[in-house]
Every structure is written in C-alpha cells, then in structure tokens.
C-alpha cells in the first residue's frame, strides 16, 4: 500500500446495546417486528458469523469477523454482547432474531458488518465475496528467480539452504545461456508491449557471482518493457557495478541483520567465524545513501526473539525503511530439523510484537507483516492459503539448468518441474500436480478452522509437504499465530477507538 494511503476509523460504529429497549439503538423494535413477521410470507433467517473474534475491555468488546474486517465496539450496559450472538449460531428465524437483538434493523446492521450472516429460501447464504480481482486485459506479469550461487560465505546456525539438495559445496554458478532461455520463453508467452517480469537472484550468496547478475539483468531489461530485480543478499560485499545497478532500475535488497551486533554475530557470522555485522551494517549504508530499496529482515529463532522490538528499530537507524520478521522454519531443504534448541517461543514473540504495536503511536507501520495484514484490511484481500507457488509464472532456475516452483525444494528430485533446453522451458505435469494436491490446508488441520485465516494464510507448507513431522507444521503454525493475531487485533481495536494506520513503506514486500 502506498506510504500516503490511510485507514481510518471513519465507517465505524459504536453501539449501546440493550435487547430490552431497542430504542437504545435509536430503532422502534415493536413496529419493526410487527412488520417482518406478518403476512404469511417466508422470511430470510440469520446466524452469526462463525468467524467472531472478540476482544473484551473493561467497558465493552470490540468484535469482528476475520473475512470482513469491519470492527464494531459494542458498550457493555448490561448486556452479554457474546451470548447474544452464540444464541444464533445456528440459523434462527427473524422473530428470534427480534427477540435476541430487539431490532430487525440492528440485525441487519450487523450483517453490513459481516457479523451475521443472511440466508433466504431462494438465494442460501448472502455474503461478501471479498478479496482482490485482475482486471480484464491487465497486461502479463511474471516472476523469476535465478539460483546464482548454490555456495555461500556465511555460517548461520540456521541455514535453510541443505548442503545435500543445494550442493552447497559446488562453487559452479548459474549458467547465463539457462537464465537467458527461461527470459526468452516466458517473453515469447506474452508478446505484448506492456509485459513486466520481476527477476529475483538467490542463492547461496548470489553476489559472489555479482558479473552474471549484472549480465542477466541487462539481458531482462532488453527483453522485457518493464523489469524489476529483486537480491537476496547477506551483504558481505558490495561491488560498484550492482549499486550502479539500483540507480538504474528498479531493485530491492533483502539483506537479514538479526539483531544488535553480538547477536547478529553468534547467528550469522563469516565461514570462518568471523564477525559479519559491521561489513553488512556498512553497506545497508551504502546502498541507502545510494536510493536503493532496502529490506532489513530478521530471522526469528532463540538467540534473538527477545529483541524483536529493539532489532525493528535498530533497522531505522540503520536506514531501511522497512522490516520483515520471520519465524525460523522447521527444517531446512534437505528435511533436516533444526532441532528445540533453535526455535523461537510463540509467548515471547507475541509479547514482544505487542510491545513493537504499542510503540508506533503515530500509527505508521514499518514491519511485516503488519504492513501485510493493513493492505488486507484497505483493499479487501483475503487469503485462502498462504502459498501461491506457480512453476509457469513464477519459475525458478537453478545451476543446471532444473526449474522448480519453490526454493524449498530446490535439489528435490520429487518436485523438479521441468528444465531448460534449446527450446526454451521444457515443464513436467506430474511433479506440478502433485505439489498442487499437497498444498493447502488440510480440514483436520487448525487452521481450517481458525478465524484468523484468510488474514495470513496458515503457515508455508514446506515441511509439510516434505512429509516431516506435523508437530514441526504446528510449530510454525503457532509462531505465525504470535504475531497474526496480536496485529489484527491491535488494528481492528485502533480502528474502532478512531486512530488511523498507515504503510511506511511503499515497495513490495519479500517475506521469504
């Protein structure tokens, strides 16, 4: 969302409720009822939405469905706001309805809401469909993501890239002919003068292979109308040609620091052991003095969940304008678990993005994923599953020229989706349709059943997908939980107490 768009508590209402004197809600209960029920005709019926989420204060609830995000603040005065609505958590007639609430209007109110939901004979249940649509003739738009480098300089005690499926110990790079083949076959699928591709290079390290990423981005800029780059860099060096590069075009760089210098330190130094934090800290500087688009991440394990707030703010004195947090996963490519000893503690996390939420009075949000779930609220997007992986729009090209739809499975034969040949991408089906049947989420799986999820999505399916252990899928499912639900409370509660949030940052985010 961009950095000048707001959202406000202005559409919000605040109620005094009373089911014994609708004329609390300013509505004539008794004429109201006279008038629904009589004449012989079938009436819609009403149930609550089952997907309430309630925050109790000392004087009233604030109360919202995860779906419409359209929070209501509901005074006390006597009334079990909550019972009311679990009375109805069936469809009820609209008498019933009359006799709950005192007023037929004030249902429908609430259904505006999203609170409760409306069915009639001849239509079934009425409900916001929601979420965001591509309009009709929008120019393509592809992603593609480039493994320079399969190496790395770095020796993080958590590495998520596996030394057997990424060969970590191969210094070879990314093929410029394998790179150049997938550009030219994803611009042959769409010929149009608008056409944009967004080229990410990962690796490893990519910028120990900094000459191919200044080769295979001029090649994208030829070819393509529109490009944007993205780098996901540790920032160890910082050749000249690639900060020429961000003043060219477009580029963002995700660049972890994790904490304050001793921290960042024990979890990610060089090879050697050597300290990394004042040469990335340097040229996070560099780039921002330069104009170009920084993410400072934070990889959220043990060593440094007690300083999330601190690390956030650390992050703006830096200079980026933006932080990304993210849990540590379960396991690494090569289904390796990390092991409890690494692994963040969901209480900590939430106390300490609540504390983060608290800090920001102005109401500018500078963090991910609280930036992701504003958006959410402002356009009216939903997420039914967090992944969205797409080998055809979306590929990933590694060093030999194999093309996946995930890093995660970079190295896994089961989900290699194709390759490059002479003719340009070459795809398999059944790697793609069998990826496609383990993805999502499962009905026996909490989130099915949470109310917060078409707010994130549920957790990556990775370790799932890798046939790990479900206790790991649940780990990452409660770590995300920490920090989902406190943000969408804490906004839902702003907004109907009339404060207003808005994105500090106006690019787009990486989260992974």
């Keep these: 969302m961009p950095a000048s768009a707001e959202r406000s508590a202005a559409p919000v209402r605040r109620l005094s409720a009373n089911p014994d004197a609708a004329a609390a809600f300013g509505y004539p209960a008794a004429a109201i009822g006279r008038s629904a029920v009589l004449g012989g005709i079938q009436r819609p019926a009403y149930r609550a939405s089952s997907r309430l989420n309630w925050i109790e204060r000392d004087d009233c609830w604030v109360v919202y469905d995860a779906h419409h995000l359209a929070p209501l603040r509901i005074e006390k005065a006597g009334w079990d706001a909550p019972a ?48 965001a649509v591509c309009a009709p003739g929008a120019a393509a738009s592809f992603s593609l993501t480039v493994l320079v480098q399969h190496s790395c300089n770095f020796g993080c005690v ?17 093929s410029i002919d394998h790179a150049k083949a997938v550009i030219r076959s994803l611009r042959r699928s769409a010929p149009d003068a608008d056409a944009s591709i967004y080229l990410s290079f990962f690796g490893g390290e990519p910028l120990l292979g900094w000459k191919k990423v200044i080769d295979i981005a001029a090649f994208a800029a030829a070819e393509f109308p529109r490009v944007a780059f993205n780098i996901t860099s540790n920032l160890s060096l910082l050749p000249q040609p690639i900060v020429d590069l961000a ?13 304050p210098a001793p ?4 979890v990610r130094p060089f090879v050697n052991g050597r300290p990394s934090y004042d040469t990335v800290v340097a040229n996070v500087r560099r780039l921002c003095d330069a104009g170009a688009d920084v993410q400072l991440r934070m990889l959220v394990c043990s060593h440094n969940e007690a300083h999330i707030h601190e ?22 490519s090569d289904a390796t678990v990390f092991g409890d000893d690494l692994y963040a503690t969901p209480k900590t996390v939430r106390s300490q993005v609540e504390a983060l939420l608290r800090s920001r009075s102005d109401g500018v949000l500078d963090f991910y994923p609280a930036i992701e779930i504003l958006n959410h ?27 996946y739809n995930c890093v995660w499975f970079v190295g896994n034969e089961r989900f290699r989706m194709g390759a490059i040949t002479e003719s340009g991408m070459m795809l398999e089906n059944e790697p793609n349709e069998r990826f496609q049947s383990l993805n999502g989420i499962r009905p026996e799986q909490a989130c099915a059943r949470c109310n917060y999820r078409e707010v994130c999505g549920g957790p990556c399916p990775a370790t799932r997908i890798m046939d790990l ?44």
Excluded at 106 to 115: D, S, W
Excluded at 478 to 503: H, W, Y
């Design 469 to 512: 252990d479900a206790a790991l899928f649940e780990r990452e499912r409660q770590l995300k939980c920490a920090m989902t639900k406190p943000i969408t409370d804490f906004l839902m509660e702003g907004l109907v107490n009339g404060r207003s949030f808005r994105s500090g940052y106006a690019g787009t985010i990486v989260p992974d």
């Design 263 to 266: 921290v960042h330190n024990k």
């Design 158 to 174: 958590y590495c998520l890239n596996g030394p057997e499926s990424y060969q970590t110990s191969d210094k070879s790079s990314v």
């Design 377 to 403: 609220i402002d356009t009216g997007t939903r997420v039914k599953q967090y992944c969205g992986a797409d080998v055809q729009g979306s590929p990933i090209v590694d060093n030999k020229g194999n093309l």
């Design 247 to 259: 003043r060219r075009h477009r580029v963002t760089f995700c660049v972890n620091v994790d904490g």
């Design 84 to 131: 009311a609505f679990q009375r109805i958590g069936t469809f009820v007639s609209e008498a019933e309805c009359l006799d709950k609430f005192g007023s037929l209007e004030l249902v429908e109110f609430f259904a505006r809401h999203g609170l409760v939901e409306k069915t009639s004979p001849s239509f079934g249940v009425s409900r916001d469909a929601g979420g």
């Design 311 to 332: 690390t956030v703010d650390l992050h703006r004195e830096i200079g980026a304008p933006v932080s990304l947090l993210t849990p540590l996963r379960g396991a690494n």
